[in-house]
Protein backbone atom coordinates (compact mmCIF):
# COMPACT_ATOMS: atom_id res chain seq x y z
CA UNK A 1 0.00 0.00 0.00
CA UNK A 2 0.96 3.83 -0.61
CA UNK A 3 2.52 5.58 1.97
CA UNK A 4 1.16 8.90 1.91
CA UNK A 5 3.49 10.02 5.21
CA UNK A 6 6.94 8.31 4.71
CA UNK A 7 8.71 8.77 7.90
CA UNK A 8 11.82 7.58 9.78
CA UNK A 9 12.88 6.37 6.30
CA UNK A 10 15.82 3.38 5.88
CA UNK A 11 16.60 4.62 2.59
CA UNK A 12 19.43 6.81 2.11
CA UNK A 13 18.31 9.84 2.83
CA UNK A 14 16.80 8.80 6.07
CA UNK A 15 18.90 11.27 7.57
CA UNK A 16 16.64 14.65 6.15
CA UNK A 17 13.59 15.40 7.63
CA UNK A 18 10.42 15.61 4.77
CA UNK A 19 7.64 18.31 5.17
CA UNK A 20 4.96 16.94 2.43
CA UNK A 21 1.93 19.09 2.49
CA UNK A 22 -1.45 17.17 3.77
CA UNK A 23 -3.20 15.11 1.44
CA UNK A 24 -6.69 15.66 3.13
CA UNK A 25 -9.11 17.66 5.37
CA UNK A 26 -8.71 18.73 8.71
CA UNK A 27 -12.47 18.88 9.37
CA UNK A 28 -14.06 16.84 7.16
CA UNK A 29 -17.18 17.74 7.07
CA UNK A 30 -18.69 21.45 6.83
CA UNK A 31 -20.95 23.07 9.30
CA UNK A 32 -24.55 22.09 8.73
CA UNK A 33 -27.64 22.97 11.23
CA UNK A 34 -27.31 20.82 14.13
CA UNK A 35 -23.68 20.39 14.80
CA UNK A 36 -22.31 20.66 17.86
CA UNK A 37 -20.07 23.70 17.05
CA UNK A 38 -20.46 26.74 15.45
CA UNK A 39 -19.83 27.53 11.68
CA UNK A 40 -16.82 29.64 13.22
CA UNK A 41 -15.89 27.02 15.89
CA UNK A 42 -15.15 24.73 12.39
CA UNK A 43 -13.74 27.10 10.47
CA UNK A 44 -11.32 27.94 13.55
CA UNK A 45 -10.38 24.08 13.99
CA UNK A 46 -9.26 23.57 9.91
CA UNK A 47 -7.49 26.77 9.98
CA UNK A 48 -5.43 26.80 13.16
CA UNK A 49 -5.83 22.71 14.18
CA UNK A 50 -7.19 23.22 17.85
CA UNK A 51 -10.30 24.64 19.44
CA UNK A 52 -10.82 25.42 23.41
CA UNK A 53 -14.32 25.01 24.31
CA UNK A 54 -14.90 26.50 27.64
CA UNK A 55 -17.07 24.99 30.88
CA UNK A 56 -18.36 22.50 29.01
CA UNK A 57 -18.33 20.22 32.36
CA UNK A 58 -20.38 20.98 35.51
CA UNK A 59 -19.22 21.64 38.70
CA UNK A 60 -20.50 18.20 39.77
CA UNK A 61 -19.15 16.29 36.90
CA UNK A 62 -15.96 18.14 37.82
CA UNK A 63 -15.86 17.23 41.43
CA UNK A 64 -16.66 13.98 40.72
CA UNK A 65 -13.78 13.26 37.81
CA UNK A 66 -11.28 15.36 40.14
CA UNK A 67 -11.79 12.59 42.98
CA UNK A 68 -11.79 9.97 40.45
CA UNK A 69 -8.44 11.13 39.42
CA UNK A 70 -7.52 11.37 42.87
CA UNK A 71 -8.15 7.63 42.88
CA UNK A 72 -6.11 6.44 40.28
CA UNK A 73 -3.22 8.13 40.97
CA UNK A 74 -3.26 7.44 44.69
CA UNK A 75 -3.53 3.72 43.87
CA UNK A 76 -1.30 2.75 40.69
CA UNK A 77 -0.70 -0.99 42.46
CA UNK A 78 -4.77 -1.60 41.36
CA UNK A 79 -4.01 -0.36 38.00
CA UNK A 80 -2.63 -2.70 35.03
CA UNK A 81 1.01 -2.75 36.17
CA UNK A 82 2.49 -1.89 32.26
CA UNK A 83 -0.32 1.17 32.01
CA UNK A 84 1.27 3.38 34.25
CA UNK A 85 4.13 5.35 33.26
CA UNK A 86 6.62 6.83 35.68
CA UNK A 87 8.55 10.51 35.13
CA UNK A 88 12.18 9.74 33.59
CA UNK A 89 14.65 9.37 36.62
CA UNK A 90 11.76 9.31 39.36
CA UNK A 91 8.68 6.79 40.33
CA UNK A 92 6.31 10.26 40.21
CA UNK A 93 3.41 8.71 37.92
CA UNK A 94 3.95 10.59 34.41
CA UNK A 95 0.85 9.38 32.54
CA UNK A 96 -1.85 6.63 33.01
CA UNK A 97 -2.44 4.45 30.12
CA UNK A 98 -5.95 3.12 28.90
CA UNK A 99 -7.79 4.75 31.35
CA UNK A 100 -11.26 3.54 29.81
CA UNK A 101 -10.61 0.21 30.34
CA UNK A 102 -9.64 0.99 34.26
CA UNK A 103 -13.00 3.28 35.19
CA UNK A 104 -15.84 3.53 33.99
CA UNK A 105 -16.13 7.26 35.03
CA UNK A 106 -13.76 7.80 32.35
CA UNK A 107 -15.23 5.71 29.77
CA UNK A 108 -18.54 7.70 30.42
CA UNK A 109 -16.25 11.15 30.13
CA UNK A 110 -14.79 9.52 26.45
CA UNK A 111 -18.02 8.18 25.41
CA UNK A 112 -20.44 11.53 26.07
CA UNK A 113 -21.57 13.38 23.74
CA UNK A 114 -20.27 16.60 24.12
CA UNK A 115 -16.73 15.17 23.37
CA UNK A 116 -17.24 12.01 21.02
CA UNK A 117 -20.34 14.01 19.13
CA UNK A 118 -17.85 16.66 18.49
CA UNK A 119 -15.13 13.88 17.20
CA UNK A 120 -17.70 11.91 14.94
CA UNK A 121 -18.90 15.38 13.46
CA UNK A 122 -15.64 16.68 12.39
CA UNK A 123 -14.10 13.50 11.49
CA UNK A 124 -17.14 12.61 9.50
CA UNK A 125 -17.46 9.37 10.59
CA UNK A 126 -18.37 6.83 13.51
CA UNK A 127 -15.26 6.55 15.62
CA UNK A 128 -13.42 4.40 18.36
CA UNK A 129 -11.50 5.26 21.18
CA UNK A 130 -7.71 4.53 19.70
CA UNK A 131 -6.03 5.89 22.72
CA UNK A 132 -6.73 7.61 26.64
CA UNK A 133 -4.49 8.27 29.29
CA UNK A 134 -4.26 10.20 32.13
CA UNK A 135 -1.82 13.21 31.54
CA UNK A 136 -0.17 14.15 35.03
CA UNK A 137 2.56 17.16 36.34
CA UNK A 138 3.06 16.63 39.80
CA UNK A 139 4.29 20.61 40.81
CA UNK A 140 7.59 21.30 40.98
CA UNK A 141 8.71 17.64 39.31
CA UNK A 142 6.91 17.30 36.54
CA UNK A 143 8.89 16.78 33.21
CA UNK A 144 8.36 18.12 29.30
CA UNK A 145 6.77 16.71 26.72
CA UNK A 146 8.85 17.42 23.84
CA UNK A 147 7.63 18.67 20.22
CA UNK A 148 5.82 16.20 18.35
CA UNK A 149 2.96 15.71 15.89
CA UNK A 150 1.00 12.26 17.43
CA UNK A 151 0.03 11.58 13.89
CA UNK A 152 4.41 10.66 13.09
CA UNK A 153 4.07 8.16 15.98
CA UNK A 154 0.84 6.65 15.46
CA UNK A 155 1.80 6.23 11.62
CA UNK A 156 5.09 5.08 12.08
CA UNK A 157 4.58 2.90 15.14
CA UNK A 158 0.88 2.00 15.18
CA UNK A 159 -0.35 1.96 11.42
CA UNK A 160 -2.71 4.55 11.39
CA UNK A 161 -2.73 5.58 7.32
CA UNK A 162 -4.55 8.54 7.27
CA UNK A 163 -4.73 12.08 9.15
CA UNK A 164 -8.71 10.90 10.08
CA UNK A 165 -8.08 11.12 14.11
CA UNK A 166 -8.32 13.69 16.92
CA UNK A 167 -7.61 14.39 20.48
CA UNK A 168 -9.69 15.77 23.53
CA UNK A 169 -7.63 16.78 26.31
CA UNK A 170 -9.70 16.86 29.66
CA UNK A 171 -8.66 19.83 31.98
CA UNK A 172 -8.97 18.32 35.70
CA UNK A 173 -7.16 20.97 37.28
CA UNK A 174 -6.54 24.48 36.15
CA UNK A 175 -3.89 24.60 33.19
CA UNK A 176 -2.15 27.84 34.02
CA UNK A 177 0.77 29.88 31.82
CA UNK A 178 3.08 28.83 34.51
CA UNK A 179 2.56 24.90 35.18
CA UNK A 180 3.42 23.53 31.89
CA UNK A 181 0.00 24.03 29.83
CA UNK A 182 -0.34 22.57 26.15
CA UNK A 183 1.47 24.26 23.47
CA UNK A 184 0.24 24.24 19.55
CA UNK A 185 2.07 25.67 16.90
CA UNK A 186 -1.35 26.95 15.00
CA UNK A 187 -1.73 25.45 11.63
CA UNK A 188 0.88 23.35 11.68
CA UNK A 189 -1.62 20.71 10.63
CA UNK A 190 -1.58 21.24 7.25
CA UNK A 191 2.67 19.88 7.19
CA UNK A 192 3.62 16.46 7.73
CA UNK A 193 6.99 16.42 9.08
CA UNK A 194 8.60 13.08 8.13
CA UNK A 195 11.25 12.55 10.98
CA UNK A 196 14.69 11.18 10.87
CA UNK A 197 16.11 7.93 12.00
CA UNK A 198 15.20 4.48 12.38
CA UNK A 199 12.58 3.17 14.87
CA UNK A 200 14.28 1.32 17.77
CA UNK A 201 12.61 -2.27 19.12
CA UNK A 202 10.58 -1.57 21.53
CA UNK A 203 11.02 2.24 21.29
CA UNK A 204 7.65 2.51 23.40
CA UNK A 205 9.12 1.53 26.90
CA UNK A 206 11.46 4.76 26.67
CA UNK A 207 9.33 7.07 24.32
CA UNK A 208 6.47 7.16 27.39
CA UNK A 209 9.03 8.50 29.39
CA UNK A 210 11.19 10.14 26.81
CA UNK A 211 10.94 10.58 23.39
CA UNK A 212 14.02 10.86 21.39
CA UNK A 213 12.49 9.05 18.02
CA UNK A 214 9.49 10.94 15.49
CA UNK A 215 11.01 13.90 17.43
CA UNK A 216 11.13 16.89 14.28
CA UNK A 217 14.35 18.34 14.48
CA UNK A 218 15.18 21.81 15.72
CA UNK A 219 15.69 23.60 11.96
CA UNK A 220 11.94 22.58 11.13
CA UNK A 221 10.41 23.48 14.46
CA UNK A 222 12.11 27.03 14.51
CA UNK A 223 10.61 27.18 11.12
CA UNK A 224 7.39 26.35 11.97
CA UNK A 225 7.15 28.41 15.00
CA UNK A 226 8.71 31.85 13.65
CA UNK A 227 6.34 31.59 10.54
CA UNK A 228 3.06 30.31 12.68
CA UNK A 229 3.98 31.19 16.21
CA UNK A 230 3.36 29.32 19.44
CA UNK A 231 0.27 29.58 21.65
CA UNK A 232 -0.35 27.95 24.99
CA UNK A 233 -3.54 26.50 26.11
CA UNK A 234 -5.08 27.14 29.22
CA UNK A 235 -8.31 27.16 31.11
CA UNK A 236 -10.59 25.92 34.01
CA UNK A 237 -11.16 22.64 35.10
CA UNK A 238 -14.04 21.56 33.05
CA UNK A 239 -12.29 22.97 29.81
CA UNK A 240 -11.84 20.61 26.34
CA UNK A 241 -9.05 21.40 24.56
CA UNK A 242 -9.65 19.64 21.08
CA UNK A 243 -6.61 19.40 18.07
CA UNK A 244 -6.00 17.26 15.07
CA UNK A 245 -3.65 14.69 15.41
CA UNK A 246 -1.14 16.32 13.14
CA UNK A 247 -0.92 19.81 15.14
CA UNK A 248 2.56 20.14 16.18
CA UNK A 249 2.52 20.13 20.19
CA UNK A 250 4.58 19.88 23.02
CA UNK A 251 4.62 21.38 26.57
CA UNK A 252 6.93 22.46 29.32
CA UNK A 253 7.80 20.78 32.92
CA UNK A 254 6.10 22.12 36.01
CA UNK A 255 8.10 23.84 38.49
CA UNK A 256 5.23 25.79 40.22
CA UNK A 257 3.23 24.05 43.25
CA UNK A 258 0.06 23.16 40.94
CA UNK A 259 -0.01 20.09 39.62
CA UNK A 260 -1.33 19.31 36.45
CA UNK A 261 -3.85 17.37 35.59
CA UNK A 262 -5.81 15.90 32.44
CA UNK A 263 -7.59 13.41 30.65
CA UNK A 264 -6.92 12.20 26.56
CA UNK A 265 -9.12 10.79 24.22
CA UNK A 266 -7.86 10.13 20.91
CA UNK A 267 -10.47 9.22 18.82
CA UNK A 268 -10.03 7.95 15.43
CA UNK A 269 -12.15 7.32 12.48
CA UNK A 270 -13.49 3.61 11.76
CA UNK A 271 -12.83 4.09 8.09
CA UNK A 272 -9.13 4.90 9.79
CA UNK A 273 -8.61 1.30 11.31
CA UNK A 274 -4.93 0.09 12.11
CA UNK A 275 -2.78 -1.48 9.65
CA UNK A 276 0.66 -2.56 9.68
CA UNK A 277 3.15 -0.16 11.45
CA UNK A 278 4.69 2.55 8.77
CA UNK A 279 7.79 2.61 10.17
CA UNK A 280 8.24 -0.11 12.85
CA UNK A 281 8.72 -3.31 12.77
CA UNK A 282 6.32 -4.45 15.66
CA UNK A 283 3.30 -2.76 16.61
CA UNK A 284 2.87 -1.29 20.03
CA UNK A 285 0.80 -2.83 22.33
CA UNK A 286 -3.12 -2.61 22.54
CA UNK A 287 -2.90 -0.60 25.86
CA UNK A 288 -1.10 2.31 23.60
CA UNK A 289 -2.91 1.60 19.92
CA UNK A 290 -6.16 -0.06 20.14
CA UNK A 291 -6.49 -2.74 17.70
CA UNK A 292 -9.98 -4.22 18.69
CA UNK A 293 -11.93 -1.47 17.09
CA UNK A 294 -15.24 -0.75 18.44
CA UNK A 295 -17.59 2.25 17.92
CA UNK A 296 -18.12 4.20 20.77
CA UNK A 297 -22.00 4.76 21.72
CA UNK A 298 -23.61 7.57 22.75
CA UNK A 299 -23.98 8.61 26.46
CA UNK A 300 -26.09 11.38 27.18
CA UNK A 301 -25.24 12.50 31.13
CA UNK A 302 -21.62 11.19 31.85
CA UNK A 303 -21.97 10.92 35.88
CA UNK A 304 -25.17 8.84 37.48
CA UNK A 305 -26.53 11.69 39.64
CA UNK A 306 -24.35 15.00 38.27
CA UNK A 307 -26.62 17.74 36.26
CA UNK A 308 -24.55 17.70 32.90
Known sequence: MHDHYPTRSTDSDAGEPRLLPRAEPV?????????PLSAEQIARFDRDGY?????VLSEAEIAALQAETGRLLGDPGSLKDETVIAEPGSREIRSIFEIHEQ???MLRLAADERLAGVARYLLDDEVYLHQSRLNYKPGFRGKAFHWHSDFE?????????RMRALSMSVLLAENTPHNGPLMVIPGSQHVFVGCAGETPHDHYKA???KQEYGVPDEDT???????????????KPGTVIVFDCNTMHGSNGNITPFPR??????YNAMSNRLEAPFAA???????????????LRAVTGMLEGASA
Do not use: C, Y
Open 221 to 235: LAELAHRQGIVSLTG
Open 261 to 266: ANAFFV
Open 207 to 209: SLR
Open 281 to 295: KIARPDFIAARDAKP
Open 103 to 105: SEM
Open 153 to 161: TWHAEDGMP
Open 51 to 55: LVLDA
Open 27 to 35: AHRAWQPGA
